[in-house]
């Protein structure tokens, strides 16, 4: 049982200052972060280069060559290569196979410039621009004071419930984990330690609902790429996809968290008395009025979208509308606002880079259409093949073996396996679970990652076992859930 008496005054074991993700033990990299694995790495970028220079010579396209840049661009990554430097190795490994004039590969980056992928790039960094917006003008804060309100602040279940909505509603609306929870974190740490929750059941119950609203969030990078993938629009995303995954978390959230309290209560993992004092940070006068601005031309723009089944290029217009709509109801004015998108954007160029050169590079593979060869030689055996046993096999590759952003992982399971997906049959709401799982499912296990650590260090906890645990207690039954919708859908 959960009691304000576990508030302590002197300070727990392991407790100090929230730990950045950056200057944490945990590493979730590979060999790359040592200089022996540097070398090791570029060693191996430098034998694939020159593999690709001599496959480049000997082969015209339809060729398995074009499979290089691939395998080389995977490897890389799952050794530790930063994602941009080795999208750019892999480019290269296609410049070489294909050989093309340096005009025709000038005209190519031009048009990888117009291409869908690199629109979703671009759709991140306008969507870093309206959270910039969002936090000067207090609508972020604002959310979650307003459901912590609605909920209450004494009953144990009905705070887990609304730290699980709040944190969720604000994810979906920023359309990041990291950068929400930093905001909800003074908010709802007092709350949660007057209750005497544990450091780690607090952290449970942010990374439940933070995840939660990541999957359903309408503009996030990586559920745009889904619904283009899979040729849907955002209802069918949630019905098929993110929804489930989110209702299963507010059903399971609950438990698991009691459960994790339990654990803990005696350990010594509970917040001092001083943060047990209520977050008093002052938000503008008129923060209320624009927040329901925002969620009124947040929810337009979507009703908007589902009703004319707008495609991916919508993000473009509706983010920067949500961003000015709501500047200027915050009273910042056009100026101001347009300098809070533009520096929410700029911290993401990196993002738009790394998609330009993904689109460059898909480019490139599909002008040497390996994947002509591959269905040629194993049309007979694929006629026969089970649509299941492939969707299984994809949605753990993405999960385990393809690293990266999730959004350019999604494009780079697409690209790669969804003409073969459609050959054999798998509908679109089949696809949108197998790219939900592929590339949501690490973020719940089974290795720790960033947006674990993440989490820990906004709820002071550094028990990364905790973590990782409330993570499979998701990641089973999720599992399980989405195993029994694909079977039935590719029976």
């Not at 302590?8 to 790359?32: D, K």
């Not at 759709?123 to 207090?138: F, H, Q, R």
């Not at 723009?301 to 983010?319: D, E, K, N, Q, R």
Request: glycine share 12%.
């Amino acid at each position: 049982m959960i009691m304000r008496r576990h508030v302590e005054p002197q300070r727990a074991q392991g407790a100090g200052r929230p730990e950045s993700p950056g200057r944490t033990a945990v590493s979730t990299a590979g060999g790359g972060n040592t200089p022996s694995g540097t070398r090791m790495l570029w060693s191996l970028a430098a034998a694939g280069l020159l593999a690709s220079l001599v496959g480049g010579l000997s082969a015209g396209a339809p060729t398995l060559w074009g499979l290089l840049p691939i395998a080389l661009y995977a490897v890389l990554c799952l050794l530790g290569m930063d994602i941009v430097v080795a999208t750019l190795v892999a480019l290269l490994s296609g410049v070489l196979v294909l050989h093309p004039t340096p005009v025709e590969f000038s005209v190519l980056l031009g048009d990888s410039l117009a291409d869908l992928v690199t629109m979703i790039g671009l759709i991140i960094m306008l969507g870093a621009g309206v959270g910039e917006v969002l936090k000067k003008t207090g609508v972020a804060t604002m959310i979650v004071r307003g459901v912590m309100r609605a909920v209450g602040e004494n009953n144990p279940v009905a705070v887990i419930f609304g730290v699980m909505i709040s944190t969720g509603l604000l994810v979906a609306s920023l359309g990041t984990l990291a950068g929400a929870l930093a905001i909800a974190a003074p908010i709802l740490l007092p709350i949660a330690a007057r209750l005497g929750f544990t450091r780690s059941a607090t952290a449970s119950m942010m990374f439940i609902g933070g995840c939660a609203g990541l999957a359903v969030a309408p503009f996030a990078g990586s559920n745009v790429a889904i619904m283009s993938a899979a040729g849907v629009g955002y209802l069918d995303y949630l019905l098929y996809g993110a929804g489930p995954l989110a209702l299963l978390s507010l059903a399971l959230g609950p438990f698991i968290v009691q459960w994790m309290q339990r654990r803990t209560e005696d350990t010594g993992d509970h917040y001092q008395a001083d943060e047990a004092t209520a977050d008093d940070a002052a938000v503008p006068a008129q923060a209320g009025f624009t927040t329901i601005v925002f969620a009124l031309v947040l929810a337009a723009s979507v009703a908007y979208a589902i009703v004319t089944a707008a495609g991916t290029a919508f993000p473009l217009l509706a983010l920067p509308l949500i961003g000015i709509a709501t500047g200027l109801a915050g009273r910042l004015g056009i100026t101001q606002t347009m300098a809070l998108l533009y520096k929410g954007a700029a911290s993401m160029v990196s993002m738009f880079i790394l998609f330009w050169l993904l689109a460059a590079l898909f480019i490139i593979i599909d002008r040497l259409a390996p994947f002509d060869v591959v269905l040629g030689y194993f049309e007979v055996g694929l006629a026969g093949s089970s649509a299941f046993v492939f969707a299984v096999l994809i949605a753990l590759l993405g999960w385990v073996g393809v690293p990266g952003a999730t959004a350019a992982q999604v494009v780079l399971l697409h690209k790669v396996f969804g003409a073969l997906g459609t050959s054999l049959g798998i509908t679109p709401a089949s696809w949108i679970i197998i790219l939900l799982f592929a590339s949501k499912a690490d973020t719940y296990g089974p290795f720790p990652n960033a947006n674990m650590v993440g989490v820990m260090g906004l709820a002071r906890s550094q028990n990364l076992k905790n973590m990782m645990i409330t993570g499979w207690m998701l990641l089973i039954p999720a599992c399980l859930m989405y195993g029994i919708m694909l079977f039935i859908q590719t029976r």
